[in-house]
Nanobody, 119 residues
Framework: QVQLVESGGGLVQAGGSLRLSCAAS????????MGWYHQAPGKQRELVAT???????DYADSVKGRFTISRDNAKNTVYLQMNSLKPEDTATYYC?????????????WGQGTQVTVSS
C-alpha cells in the first residue's frame, strides 16, 4: 500500500510564497509520476504541475513562471514552491502518485492541504 502525506499549506497574503511537500511511503516503483492538483469549493480538481521520475515537468498555464515543482527520488518526495501567490490560487492542494508495473496502473492521492491567499 502507498501513503502520501502533504504539508506546507497555510494562509498567506497575495504576493507571498508557500512551499508544499508530499512524502510517499510504501511500495513505490522507480518509474512514476508525482504531481499537484488543486480544487476550489464548487469546482473540479485541476492539474497544477507534474514531474516524472525522469524529470519531465508539466505546468498548468495559470501557474507557469510562478510555481516550481521538484522532487527528491531518494526520499520519494515532491515539492511545490509557490511564489507570487494570487487570491485565485486559494484551494485545497492534493498530491498524486501515478505508477505502473506489469501493465497495471495505480493512482494514489494525499489527504489535501489548504492554501488560502488573502487579497
Amino acid at each position: 500500500q502507498v501513503q502520501l502525506v502533504e504539508s506546507g499549506g497555510g494562509l498567506v497574503q497575495a504576493g507571498g510564497s508557500l512551499r508544499l511537500s508530499c512524502a510517499a511511503s510504501g511500495t513505490i516503483f522507480s518509474i512514476n509520476t508525482m504531481g499537484w492538483y488543486h480544487q476550489a469549493p464548487g469546482k473540479q480538481r485541476e492539474l497544477v504541475a507534474t514531474i516524472t521520475s525522469g524529470g519531465t515537468i508539466d505546468y498548468a498555464d495559470s501557474v507557469k513562471g510562478r510555481f516550481t515543482i521538484s522532487r527528491d527520488n531518494a526520499k520519494n518526495t515532491v515539492y511545490l514552491q509557490m511564489n507570487s501567490l494570487k487570491p485565485e490560487d486559494t484551494a485545497t492542494y492534493y498530491c498524486k502518485l501515478d505508477q505502473q508495473r506489469f501493465g497495471r496502473q495505480s493512482i494514489y492521492w494525499g489527504q489535501g492541504t489548504q492554501v488560502t491567499v488573502s487579497s
